[in-house]
C-alpha cells in the first residue's frame, strides 16, 4: 500500500490522486522498465449508491511508447514502402506529438547459423562442462525473430519526421529499395525531454534471394477477401535441405508443396469462397537433427455473411414520456437494401444499470460457420517415446513408501484420534445439479417489491393526434432559457421500454420502432440483432440517455419499517444556462385509497427551495418519521421552476416492526424419567408489548418404528453392476433378518410400505414452520424424493425377500470358476471387485444374514492365485501399511466358519496379522480402531481388544439429550466427522465388547436424534442402524412395548398420551395452545414418561414483540449476529464491532457475521437475516455459496438474506454477507432467525439491532 485516502469528484465526474512514485534510479537508462500500481476507488453518488472498480497504470522514466508496423510483411524492389506508427502512453492511451524514424540496413549472417551455434544461460556449477551450455538438437528452435534480433544495424539509409495525430497514429510511404533485409526505428520524446524508441525488422526481398536465416515463413498481409491472392514468402537458408508446405482451410489440408532451400520462393495462393474461415499454413523442415517448423494463419471472414445496420432516424438522447419514432436501415452483404420481409428484427432496450447483474448478448451466427482446419503440428521423433497403454493388475498396491524429513518439533495432530481414519466427509454435499425454478422462490432476487407499471405496447401505443401534437409541441418547446415546458411526475419506472422479437424489414430494407419511453432518468441500452436467410446476420448496440432540462430526482429505499428515522435524499438537475431557484414538495398518499398522510410521517417540512447553478444539481433532504401502521404508500416528490415541473411518484411498502419469533426447548424422556421445560419469559413477563401467539407441544415416541419407517427404497436400474447387486443384498438381508427376528415389525413394515415415494415424505403442515416448503430448495425432497426408474418398495417383506433372492442369484451368477467375480457380468475378473464382494458378504455374515460359504471360499482361492497374500507379506517386511492388514483380518473374522478362508488364512497367519496390527495400534484411525478390537476379541484375544475399544470410547463424549458422540472441536467443519454407519457400527462393536458400558444407551440416543433431525437417504446405512438399535433394545427387553408420557401445563392443562405396541401412534403428536389459551404459569411444562425406551419432547412458543430483543435464544441451534464496519486501514480491511458509538456514514460498507452454533447433525435448515431499510446488499444474485465446508443456497431478497444449509454438521459456523450504507437514518432490524425444515419444533433467534448512518461528511 503507497497512499490511500477521500477525494471529492468534479462535477464532470473525474477526481484527481496524487503520489509521488519511487523508482531505482539506477535503472533509469535502461530501455523499456515500467512499474505497474493498482489503483482502486468506491465512489459514492448522490442517491448513495457505492461503485467500486480497480485499474492498474503503468509508469516509466519515459511516459510514451512508440509502435511501427510495416503494412507488408515484406516487400519487393519495385514497390514503395508503407508504415503505420502509432503513439501511446504507457497505459495505451493515445497521445498527439512528433517522432523521428530511421530506416537502417541490417547485416546478415556470412551463413546460416544452427542453434548449436549459440550458448546457453544457465547457472555454472562444479559439475558442469561445456556441453552443457550448448543447446541440444532435440529441444525446438526458436522462431526466426529471434535470429533476427540478433543481427545488428549497419548503415542509414533513410531518415525523416512524423507527426501523430489526436489519435495518436500516423502513417508514412517512402520510395523502394534494394533487397536485404531492413530495421525501422521510430524515436520519440515525452513532455520531460525523455527519449523512448521502438523498432520492426522487414524485407525486401524476391524469387532468389537469401537471407542466410533457418526458416522463414511469411505472408505479405494477415487479412484477406475472396478472390485476393495471397503471396507467401518461404525460405530456408539450408541448401541442402527441403521444405515441406501444406496449406489448411476448412476442408483440411488442400495443398502439399516441397521448397528446395537455400533461395526465397514467393508463391502466390489464390483466395477462394472456401477459403472462408481461415486458412492455416506450416512450414517444416530438418537439419542436422534439429527440427524447424513455422506456422502462420490467413484471415478471411464471413464477409458474405455479415448484414451491415444503418440508423437513418435515431436519438441519442431521448425525454421520458414523449413518443419516439426511429427508423433503421438493414444492407444486405451485396451492398443492397434488404428485400421485404427477407430479414427478422429484434429490437430490445433496457436499463444498463441490468449489466450489474449480468450483460446480454445475443448470439453469434458467425460462429455457426466453420473455421480453417488446424492439422496437428508436424512432430519430430528424436529421442522421443510414446506409451501406448499401461495397465496395472495389482489395485491394491496404494501403499505410500514411507518418506523422510529432517527432525522437527511434533505439533498437534488437527486430525481426530489415530489421524484421518476411513470416515467420509459429509458435512457439506456437492451441488447435485438440479435447476431449481426462481419462481418458486418468493420474488427471486428482488421478491416483495411493488411491481412498476410495464412498458406500453408497441399495439397500444396509439395517441391521439390532438395528444401526441401537444406533447411533440412540449417537447420542440423545451429551450435552454427555460420557457415553454410544464412536465408532469413520473411514476413508470419499468426497466425496459420495449421488447420487438419479430420486426420485418419494409420494401426499402428498413424497419421503423415506435415507443414512448418510461419515465426514468437513467440510461439504457438498445440492443439490435438482425438475421435472415441464408444465416446472414448482424447486430448493434448504442447507449441512449432519457433526461430532461430540469430533473428532480427522489432516492428511497425499497421498503420502510415502522418507526424508522429517514431522512430522504432528492437532487434537482439544472442544465440551463443560468441559475435557477426551485420548490421542492413532498407528498405522501395512501396507495389504496389515495388521501394525503404526510403528516403522519412527522416530516420536518413539506417543501424545500433549493438554489442550482447553471448546469450544476443540488441536494436536499426530507426527514421523516415512519408511522406505526402497516400499509403501501406512495411518494410523490416534485419541484417547479417557471414552467417546468418535475418529480417522481413511487410506491413503497411500509413492513411492521413488530416481529414474529419463536423459542423452543426440547428434552429427552427415558423410563420413569420426569423433564420440565422452563419459559422465563412467560413466567415472569417483562416486555408489554410482548403477544403470546401460540405454543406447540410436541411428542415423539416409539422411536424404534419411526427409523423403520424411514427406510429408503431402493431403486431399480436397467443395468446393475456386481458393487450394486452386493450392496443391494446386504441391505435388504439385513432388513429380512430383522424382520424374522422380530416377527412384531412384520406388522408394522407391511403398513410402511404403502409409501409411493423413495423417501419419507415431510411435506404435510406443521404448526411451527414459519416458511412453506415451496419457498425452499426442497420441495421434491419434502415429498419424498423422485427417481426417474422404477423403485423397490422392500418394506413390503414378501419384496424384500424375494430382492434379497434376485440379488444374490444374480451375484453369484456372475462369478466365474476362478472364484474372482467381475465389475459387470461377462467382464474381467477384478481383484478388486472380488475382495469388496467378500467384504459385502462379511458384513451381511456379520449381521447373521446366511452367506453362499462355497461360493466366497472360491472368491478367497482366486485372491490367494492373485497375489494377496503377497502383497500382505510385502506390508509386513516392510513395516507398512498396517490399515489394509487390520481391515483384511477384519473381514475373515466376521465369517464365523474359518474352514471359508483357511485354505488361503490359516489361524497361525491369521495371528501374525493381529500381531503386526496391534503393533500398529496408536496408529489407527478410531474407525479401524473398533475393527481391530472387534477382531481381537473374536481371535480371543480379550485383554488386548478391551485396550484398543477403550482407547477409542475415552474420548467420546456424552450429553444429556444430545448422546454420545466423538466431536474433535467447536468447528467440527473437518470432514471425519460422526455419520449413521460409524455410530451404528460402535454401537454394535460395544455391545459385542462390553454390552454393559452405559454408553450403549448414548450411542442408541445419538442415532434417535439423527434420525429426528435428518432425512436418512442410505438404505445400507439404515438396515445397519436398524440392526444396531434392535440388538440393544432386544438386550433391554424394549420392543413393542407400551409408552405412556404425561404432560402438564400449568396449573389447568393436564394430558396423558398412550402408545400400544400394536399400533404407530407415535409420530409428531402435537398439543397447540392458541393465544387466549395460553396463561403465564404455563412457562413450566412438565413431561413425564412410562415405559421402556426413549422418547422426545419439545415446546415451542411463538411470540410479538414491538421491542428489539438483547440477546439471542436457542436450544439445539443457536444463532448470533454481528454487524462490523469494514474500514481500510493501510494496505488491509479492518472490521470494528458497530455499537453506539460507531460512526456509519452513506457509502460504508457493513460486514455481517452469523455464527450458528449446532448441538446435532441436522438437514435442511433456513436461516433468514433481515436487513436494515436504509442498506444495499452487495451480493446481486441469488446462488449457490461455498464456506468452510457449508455449502448452502443464498437468497437476496428486498428486505433480508435467506440461507438454505441442505446438510451441517454439530459444531459452530459463520456465515458472513456485506451490505453498503445507501440512506441516512435510525433503522431497526430484527433477528435473525434459523429453524429446521425437516423437524420446524427446533427454532433459535438473535438479538435485534438498531443502526443508524448518517450522511457522508
Not at 478362508?901 to 484411525?925: I, M
Request: proline fraction near 5%; charge should be negative; aromatic fraction near 12%.
Amino acid at each position: 500500500m503507497i497512499e490511500s485516502g477521500t477525494t471529492q469528484v468534479e462535477s464532470d465526474g473525474t477526481f484527481t490522486i496524487l503520489f509521488t512514485p519511487e523508482a531505482d534510479e539506477r535503472l533509469k537508462d535502461q530501455k523499456g522498465i515500467t512499474y505497474t500500481y493498482a489503483v482502486s476507488a468506491n465512489v459514492t453518488d448522490e442517491g448513495g449508491e457505492t461503485r467500486g472498480d480497480e485499474k492498474r497504470f503503468n509508469i516509466g522514466f519515459s511516459t510514451v511508447e512508440p509502435s511501427v508496423s510495416p503494412l507488408k510483411q515484406f516487400f519487393s524492389e519495385k514497390e514503395k514502402l508503407s508504415f503505420d506508427f502509432s503513439l501511446k502512453d504507457l497505459n495505451g492511451n493515445p497521445q498527439k506529438g512528433k517522432g523521428i524514424y530511421s530506416i537502417y540496413t541490417v547485416e546478415p549472417f556470412n551463413e546460416t547459423p544452427l542453434p548449436q551455434n549459440f550458448t546457453i544461460k544457465k547457472e555454472k556449477t562444479k559439475y558442469s562442462n561445456d556441453e552443457d551450455f550448448i543447446k541440444p538438437r532435440w529441444d525446438n528452435p526458436e522462431s526466426f525473430d529471434k535470429f533476427l534480433s540478433l543481427l545488428k544495424t549497419s548503415k542509414m539509409v533513410k531518415q525523416g519526421e512524423v507527426e501523430f495525430d489526436e489519435e495518436g497514429k500516423c502513417s508514412l510511404e517512402t520510395a523502394s529499395l534494394q533487397k536485404g533485409i531492413y530495421r525501422i526505428k521510430i524515436e520519440v520524446k515525452d513532455t520531460f525531454g525523455q527519449p523512448s524508441e521502438n523498432f520492426k525488422d522487414f524485407f525486401v526481398t524476391e524469387d532468389g534471394a537469401s537471407l542466410n536465416l533457418p526458416l522463414v515463413l511469411l505472408s505479405d498481409k494477415k487479412n484477406y477477401e475472396v478472390n485476393e491472392t495471397a503471396q507467401i514468402l518461404v525460405y530456408s537458408g539450408y541448401q541442402d535441405s527441403d521444405i515441406t508446405l501444406r496449406f489448411c482451410d476448412k476442408r483440411g489440408i488442400v495443398r502439399n508443396e516441397k521448397i528446395k532451400g537455400g533461395k526465397v520462393s514467393v508463391i502466390k495462393y489464390p483466395v477462394l469462397d472456401e477459403s472462408r474461415g481461415g486458412i492455416i499454413i506450416d512450414a517444416s523442415m530438418v537439419k542436422n537433427y534439429t527440427f524447424f517448423s513455422e506456422r502462420i494463419s490467413l484471415s478471411v471472414p464471413y464477409t458474405n455473411k455479415e448484414l451491415a445496420i444503418k440508423f437513418e432516424n435515431f436519438r441519442e438522447r431521448i425525454t421520458p414520456n414523449i413518443k419516439e419514432s426511429w427508423k433503421i436501415k438493414i444492407v444486405s452483404p451485396n451492398g443492397e437494401a434488404a428485400k421485404k420481409n427477407a430479414v427478422e428484427v429484434l429490437a430490445s432496450m433496457y436499463d444498463k444499470s441490468l449489466d450489474i447483474f449480468a450483460k446480454h448478448d445475443f448470439p453469434q451466427f458467425m460462429n455457426l460457420f466453420p473455421r480453417s482446419y488446424s492439422p496437428p503440428a508436424p512432430q519430430k521423433s528424436i529421442l522421443r517415446g510414446e506409451n501406448l497403454f499401461t495397465f496395472e493388475r495389482d489395485f491394491y498396491k496404494y501403499i505410500p513408501y514411507p518418506t523422510f524429513n529432517e527432525p522437527s518439533l511434533k505439533s498437534i495432530s488437527g486430525y481426530g484420534i489415530g489421524g484421518p481414519g476411513r470416515r467420509y466427509y459429509t458435512s457439506a454435499k456437492r451441488a447435485k445439479g438440479e435447476v431449481y425454478d426462481e419462481s418458486a422462490i418468493e420474488g427471486g432476487v428482488l421478491g416483495g417489491v411493488v411491481a412498476p407499471a410495464p412498458a406500453p405496447a408497441m399495439a397500444a401505443e396509439k395517441t391521439a393526434p390532438q395528444e401526441a401534437d401537444k406533447e411533440n409541441k412540449l417537447e420542440e418547446s423545451s429551450s435552454k432559457d427555460g420557457k415553454g415546458e410544464t412536465g408532469q411526475i413520473r411514476e413508470n419506472f419499468a426497466e425496459t421500454p420495449f421488447f420487438y422479437p419479430h420486426l420485418l424489414t419494409e420494401a426499402d430494407g428498413s424497419v421503423s420502432i415506435e415507443f414512448v419511453p418510461p419515465d426514468s432518468l437513467t440510461k439504457y441500452k438498445f440492443m439490435l440483432f438482425a438475421h435472415g436467410e441464408g444465416i446472414v446476420s448482424g447486430k448493434s448496440e448504442k447507449d441512449v440517455e432519457a433526461a430532461k432540462d430540469f430533473m428532480v430526482r427522489s432516492y428511497l429505499p425499497r421498503f420502510l419499517r415502522e418507526g424508522d428515522e429517514i431522512s430522504i435524499k432528492v437532487m434537482v438537475n439544472n442544465t440551463f444556462n443560468k441559475e435557477i431557484e426551485s420548490k421542492i414538495v413532498l407528498k405522501i398518499t395512501d396507495a389504496e385509497s389515495g388521501s394525503e398522510i404526510t403528516s403522519s410521517f412527522s416530516p420536518d417540512s413539506k417543501s424545500k427551495t433549493v438554489r442550482v447553478k447553471s448546469k450544476k444539481s443540488e441536494t436536499t433532504f426530507f426527514s421523516l418519521k415512519v408511522p406505526k401502521k402497516i400499509q403501501e404508500v406512495k411518494f410523490e416528490i416534485s419541484g417547479s421552476y417557471e414552467n417546468f415541473v418535475d418529480g417522481e411518484r413511487k410506491p413503497l411498502p411500509v413492513l411492521p416492526s413488530r416481529i414474529h419469533l419463536a423459542e423452543s426447548k426440547f428434552v429427552t424422556l427415558k423410563e420413569n424419567e420426569t423433564r420440565e421445560i422452563v419459559f422465563e419469559d412467560l413466567l415472569t413477563p417483562t416486555d408489554k408489548t410482548r403477544i403470546n401467539e401460540k405454543m406447540v407441544l410436541t411428542v415423539d415416541a416409539q422411536l424404534l418404528y419411526s427409523a423403520l419407517e424411514a427406510m429408503p427404497y431402493l431403486v431399480e436400474y436397467p443395468y446393475e453392476c456386481t458393487e450394486q447387486l452386493a450392496n443391494k443384498f446386504f441391505a435388504v438381508g439385513i432388513l429380512n433378518r430383522i424382520i424374522k427376528d422380530n416377527p412384531s415389525l412384520e406388522k408394522f413394515a407391511r403398513e410402511f410400505s404403502q409409501r409411493e415415494t423413495k423417501y419419507e415424505n415431510f411435506y404435510g403442515d406443521d404448526p411451527n414452520r414459519r416458511m412453506v416448503l415451496e419457498e425452499t430448495p426442497w420441495l421434491i425432497e419434502s415429498k419424498g424424493g423422485d427417481s426417474d426408474n422404477p423403485i423397490i418398495p422392500i418394506l413390503n417383506p414378501d419384496v424384500s425377500r424375494m430382492v434379497e433372492q434376485t440379488s444374490l442369484k444374480k451375484l453369484l451368477d456372475a462369478q466365474y470358476p476362478s472364484g474372482g467375480f467381475p465389475w459387470w457380468a461377462g467382464g474381467r475378473p477384478s481383484p478388486y471387485i472380488t475382495l469388496y464382494i467378500v467384504y459385502a458378504f462379511s458384513k451381511a455374515a456379520e449381521f447373521g444374514v446366511d452367506v453362499p460359504q462355497e461360493n466366497i471360499k472360491k472368491a478367497f482361492t482366486y485372491l490367494k492365485n492373485e497375489g494377496l497374500k503377497k502383497d500382505i507379506d510385502w506390508c509386513i517386511a516392510h513395516d507398512t501399511g498396517w490399515e489394509f492388514i487390520t481391515f483384511m483380518n477384519y473381514v475373515l473374522s466376521n465369517y464365523n466358519n474359518p474352514e471359508i478362508y483357511k485354505h488361503a488364512f490359516s489361524e497361525s497367519y491369521r495371528n501374525k496379522l493381529a500381531d503386526f496390527s496391534f503393533k500398529h495400534w496408536k496408529s489407527h484411525s478410531p474407525y479401524l480402531k473398533l475393527q481391530l478390537a472387534l477382531t481381537l476379541k473374536r481371535m480371543k484375544r480379550e485383554k488386548d481388544a478391551l485396550l484398543v475399544h477403550e482407547s477409542v470410547f475415552d474420548s467420546a463424549i456424552t450429553r444429556k439429550d444430545e448422546g454420545t458422540f466423538w466431536m474433535i472441536e467447536d468447528k467440527s467443519w473437518l470432514w471425519y466427522n460422526d455419520t449413521v454407519e460409524t455410530q451404528a457400527f460402535a454401537l454394535k462393536e460395544l455391545i459385542e465388547i462390553n454390552p454393559k458400558d452405559e454408553k450403549n444407551e448414548g450411542l442408541l440416543l445419538w442415532l434417535f436424534l439423527n434420525k429426528k433431525l435428518n432425512h436418512w437417504k442410505s438404505t445400507k446405512a439404515t438396515a445397519e442402524a436398524l440392526y444396531s438399535i434392535l440388538s440393544y433394545l432386544k438386550s433391554k427387553g424394549a420392543i413393542a412395548v407400551k409408552e405412556s408420557i404425561k404432560i402438564k401445563a400449568g396449573d389447568s392443562f393436564e394430558k396423558e398420551l398412550v402408545f400400544e405396541p400394536e399400533k404407530y401412534t407415535g409420530k409428531k403428536n402435537q398439543i397447540v395452545f392458541e393465544q387466549n389459551e395460553i396463561t403465564s404459569d404455563m412457562g413450566k411444562i412438565e413431561f413425564h414418561k412410562e415405559g421402556r425406551g426413549f422418547a422426545f419432547a419439545s415446546a415451542t412458543l411463538h411470540f410479538s414483540t414491538e421491542e428489539l430483543p438483547a440477546q439471542s435464544k436457542g436450544d439445539f441451534f443457536n444463532i448470533e449476529r454481528t454487524f462490523f464496519k469494514r474500514v481500510k486501514q493501510g494496505n488491509e480491511f479492518v472490521l470494528e464491532p458497530i455499537n453506539q458509538n460507531t460512526i456509519v456514514q452513506v457509502g460504508d460498507q457493513i460486514e455481517v457475521e452469523l455464527k450458528i452454533k449446532s448441538k446435532h447433525p441436522a438437514e435442511y435448515i433456513h436461516i433468514r437475516a433481515p436487513r436494515p431499510s436504509g442498506c444495499e446488499p452487495e451480493r446481486l444474485k441469488s446462488g449457490w455459496v461455498w464456506t468452510l465446508g457449508l455449502y448452502y443456497y443464498e437468497t437476496v431478497r428486498d428486505s433480508a438474506e435467506d440461507f438454505f444449509i441442505e446438510d451441517i454438521p454439530q459444531g459452530e459456523f459463520k456465515l458472513k454477507y456485506r451490505l453498503r450504507c445507501q440512506q441516512s437514518g435510525k433503522f431497526k432490524t430484527a433477528p435473525a432467525t434459523i429453524q429446521s425444515m425437516y423437524a420446524p419444533e427446533f427454532v433459535a433467534y438473535s438479538s435485534g439491532k438498531e443502526v443508524k448512518i448518517e450522511e457522508k461528511k
